[in-house]
Structure formats: structure tokens, C-alpha cells
């Protein structure tokens, strides 16, 4: 990053959400929050707005996502599975139980 280049508005917007950030994980007092964020708006470079969250922690990568939600999908197929066993057991046992007798009874 070129510290010298002219700060966009974009880029102002960006490091008052960090500082929004930072203030709402306890990092910042509201106090501190209104100086910088102050000081953002004033800021003319890149450097100038860098300056600002010099001494706050990066922000933390995303948690690597499961690929298109896989884990969730097996998980309710797996019991989705277990209750179509479930039924056709239960289904054969009620089968079973009420077949028809010959007449006489079973000798």
C-alpha cells in the first residue's frame, strides 16, 4: 500500500466500520471511536487513515465455510435415511403381524 496516495471515500467508510468493529468487541471507548472517527474524515492519504488502526488487531479471517453446506446436508440425510428404515421396518412388522390366518388357525 502506498502510504502517500489520496484516501477515497470508500476507503473512509471502510476504516470507520473497523472502528465500529473495534469499538463494539470492547477495543475502543465511544470516546476513542468519535476521536478517530473524526479524525478519519480528515484524513487525506492512505497513511493518515492507516495511523488510525496502527495499534488495533487485523481483521480476523472468516472461518473457512463447508463447501456449499455439506456437513449440514449429510447430517440431515443420515437421519432422513434413519426414518424411511425406520417406517419400512415398522411397515414389514405390521405386515407380518396382521397376515392373514388360514382357516383353522395356524396347524
Not at 30 to 46: C, K, S
Not at 56 to 82: K, N, Q, S, V, Y
Amino acid at each position: 500500500m502506498d502510504v502517500q496516495l489520496r484516501a477515497s471515500d470508500d476507503d473512509r467508510h471502510r476504516v470507520v466500520a473497523e472502528l465500529q468493529r473495534h469499538t463494539a468487541a470492547g477495543r475502543l471507548t465511544l470516546d476513542e471511536f468519535a476521536d478517530r472517527a473524526g479524525a478519519v474524515w480528515t484524513a487525506r492519504t492512505l497513511g493518515d487513515l492507516a495511523a488510525l488502526t496502527r495499534d488495533l488487531p487485523p481483521p480476523a479471517a472468516p472461518a473457512t465455510p463447508d463447501p456449499a453446506g455439506m456437513h449440514g446436508r449429510r447430517e440431515l440425510l443420515a437421519i432422513f435415511a434413519a426414518a424411511a428404515l425406520t417406517l419400512l421396518l415398522l411397515g414389514l412388522v405390521l405386515a407380518v403381524v396382521r397376515w392373514p390366518l388360514p382357516p383353522g388357525g395356524m396347524n
